[in-house]
């Protein structure tokens, strides 16, 4: 991995990386990476999904690598972390700068609550607001990661500003300014490590939130689309034209009477608003959207700044009606008339009250393409890269296969392609699975014998999964694992309320110990988990990724059912339509890869070290039977596979008979 990762920094590309769990990418990538930044003086931005692999990165492996970058002579790494702006304290908030964010009765007392002498205690958003600027007086870095206790988002906001809400230069602690810190810092270093949020923001045309650089790595890239998605999709409701009124006449003496009268307009048609996806605009709609546009307009020009430094809470209001401005404007385009984007309805499970619109882009493809990748070297590596046997797939999801279509305008600010020094190898030192000519595909293989470490037991007997939920064999089949198992089991289901009932029905049946994702903060129920060889966790889609929980704990991973999104996802539908309608399949663009990402996700929670043993069960028969259930199985770790249920118990029966390891 390490030289295929030195081949695309000296002949920038794109580089999709398939590294299964325990190769070690994070040091694949990173040695060539630091030593190539500090050698050509070319900065190179990583990025990450989770905050574990950040912290895993930032505190373990950069370290390392940078010890050894300078041992052997060369410079050694300036590395720093970057984030969004709202992921920071704000001194000058903190300090009074800024009103409390429009949240009535923060500090109100709670009458209902007393302390043993009878005064009544403040509520549990004041005394969290009090902790945070108790640890913003403390604090180095001010990121609210660092945190060493719980706080909710309403608690945040307290404490933290959008960047469109900085005073900036005019600030009077501007010095002092834990995100001025941490950008000065990220445009001094070799090495910039952020997240898949800030490259989606520079994917919607932000770019500088990043600060310039040479060589991209996405680290658990098969997240990256969503990401992308997550940060382009807008959000709009009567709610947040209420709050917006509210800080405009509060904090700038607007009245804003004609955005009022949009608000009321909007909040009448969500009334009666149907729930999904709208195919088109409706009129009603459309005249409340038009009612905000000239509203918002008309209030901006009322905020409009004079030049002189201004208060917080003007900033704070002329912030929001700027973004719900930019808002009606969106959805007054053509983006959904032109299949573009997706519009939708949410109701929410309290009907009106929380009834809001979303529009996202159908597509992230191309601005992943033009924004993060050309021009640039670009690592992208996963474990779950390659689906179905082929990068084909993740090829099109993040934009890569689009790098050999880009016109010749994008060629021009493509650095030039070098050669490799003498000694060193031309040739990949695993042979690409696509031969695209600014892209590659490689997988590097694991250090795991997954066919002598692992059954894969498709239960082929069970009927097809209804939407009732798992049927009363399913369920039966389910009991019959665990028990044979002795528990040490991670369930995996497609809904809550189906880890719900497995969690009901296991402990009605056994007399092993069952948690349930909900019962508890699910790194508690993780960590309960992975000290008893005995129990059993159960949950939906949290669960599929990122739990790491290598020996007998987790010798059992059940799946209830085959991922596939919901029918009526307005996003993927949408997209599903739209490859049908070019001739595509859109069911195994769309539906199936999004199956088959999870599923090896899912399968690959089990087998995490070289002595590792268990099962995956999958008690959906279409893995076995249905004709996409090939590319499925070939998405997953080659675990040894059978449809004989008694075959799966026995080896389970085996594996919990053994002695446990704990102390």
């Known amino acids: 991995m390490a030289r295929e990762v030195a081949r695309t920094l000296r002949e920038p590309g794109a580089l999709l990386v398939q590294a299964g769990t325990g190769t070690g990418k994070s040091l694949g990538y990173l040695v060539p990476v630091l030593a190539h930044a500090v050698e050509h003086n070319e900065r190179a931005v990583i990025s990450t999904a989770t905050l574990a692999l950040q912290r895993q990165v930032l505190t373990h492996d950069v370290p390392l690598v940078a010890d050894v970058v300078a041992a052997s002579?060369?410079?050694?790494?300036?590395?720093?972390l970057l984030k969004g702006w709202h992921n920071y304290v704000c001194r000058h908030k903190v300090a009074g700068g800024y009103p409390a964010d429009d949240e009535p009765g923060l500090f109100a007392l709670d009458a209902a609550t007393a302390d043993a002498g009878g005064a009544p205690a403040r509520g549990p958003l004041a005394e969290q607001v009090l902790r945070l600027r108790e640890w913003a007086e403390q604090t180095d870095s001010g990121d609210r990661d660092d945190l060493d206790f719980a706080v909710g988002d309403?608690?945040?906001?307290?404490?933290?500003v959008t960047k469109l809400e900085c005073l900036g230069a005019s600030c009077p602690m501007l010095e002092e300014c834990f995100p001025e810190a941490a950008r000065r810092a990220a445009h001094e270093a070799d090495v910039v490590v952020t997240n898949h949020a800030m490259l989606g923001i520079a994917a919607a045309g932000s770019s500088r939130v990043l600060p310039e650089h040479d060589v991209l790595v996405v680290d658990e890239a098969h997240e990256l689309a969503e990401r992308v998605t997550a940060q382009s999709t807008l959000e709009l409701s009567a709610a947040v034209v209420d709050r917006t009124v509210r800080l405009a006449r509060k904090h700038a003496g607007v009245s804003a009477e004609s955005l009022e009268a949009a608000g009321r307009a909007l909040g009448a048609w969500l009334e009666t608003a149907p729930a999904g996806r709208l195919r088109r605009v409706p009129a009603e709609l459309l005249d409340a959207l038009t009612l905000l546009e000239a509203g918002s307009r008309e209030a901006m020009t009322a905020l409009r700044g004079d030049g002189?430094?201004?208060?917080?809470?003007?900033?704070?209001?002329?912030s929001a009606m700027l973004v719900l401005h930019e808002i009606a404007e969106r959805l007054l385009g053509d983006g959904v008339a032109q299949r573009?984007?997706?519009?939708?309805?949410?109701r929410g499970r309290t009907g009106f009250e929380s009834a809001r619109l979303h529009l996202a882009p159908l597509d992230v493809a191309r601005p992943i393409a033009t924004e993060l990748l050309a021009g640039r070297a670009a690592v992208l590596t996963s474990a779950t890269l390659a689906l179905g046997g082929t990068f084909?797939?993740?090829?099109?999801t993040l934009g890569v296969s689009l790098l050999d279509h880009l016109d010749d305008g994008d060629d021009a600010e493509r650095p030039v392609r070098r050669t490799a020094p003498e000694g060193e190898e031309d040739e990949p030192a695993v042979t690409p699975t696509s031969a695209g000519t600014r892209w590659r595909g490689i997988d590097v293989g694991s250090p795991f014998d997954y066919a002598r470490q692992g059954i894969l037991y498709v239960a082929g007997h069970l009927p097809a999964p209804g939407r009732e939920g798992p049927s009363e064999e399913a369920q039966r089949e389910l009991v019959d694992l665990v028990r044979a198992s002795g528990g040490g089991a991670l369930g995996l289901f497609s809904s809550r309320r189906a880890a719900e009932e497995a969690a009901d029905l296991l402990r009605a049946e056994l007399d092993t110990p069952v948690l349930c994702q909900g019962e508890d903060q699910l790194a508690s129920l993780v960590r309960r988990f992975a000290q008893d060889e005995d129990a059993t966790l159960v949950g939906t889609l949290s669960l599929w990724q990122g739990v790491d929980v290598p020996g007998r704990t987790c010798r059992l991973v059940v799946i209830d059912r085959i991922p596939f999104?919901?029918?009526?996802?307005?996003?993927?539908?949408?997209?599903?339509e739209v490859v049908a309608a070019s001739g595509g399949n859109g069911f195994m663009a769309v539906a199936a890869t999004h199956a088959a990402l999870l599923l090896a996700q899912g399968a690959g929670r089990l087998i995490r070290s070289t002595g590792d043993r268990g099962v995956v069960a999958v008690l959906d028969p279409r893995l076995a039977t249905a004709r996409y259930g090939s590319?499925?199985?070939r998405s997953m770790p080659p675990l040894w596979p059978t449809t004989d249920g008694e075959v799966a118990r026995g080896a389970l029966r085996r594996l919990g008979a053994q002695p446990a390891t704990r102390t």
């Open 565 to 576: 999104p919901r029918p009526d996802d307005p996003v993927r539908s949408a997209r599903s």
């Open 631 to 633: 590319f499925l199985r």
């Open 154 to 160: 309403r608690a945040w906001r307290q404490v933290s």
């Open 308 to 318: 002189e430094a201004e208060p917080g809470g003007r900033l704070m209001a002329r």
């Open 340 to 346: 573009r984007e997706v519009l939708w309805c949410d």
């Open 73 to 80: 002579g060369r410079p050694r790494p300036n590395v720093a």
């Open 392 to 396: 084909d797939p993740v090829a099109r």
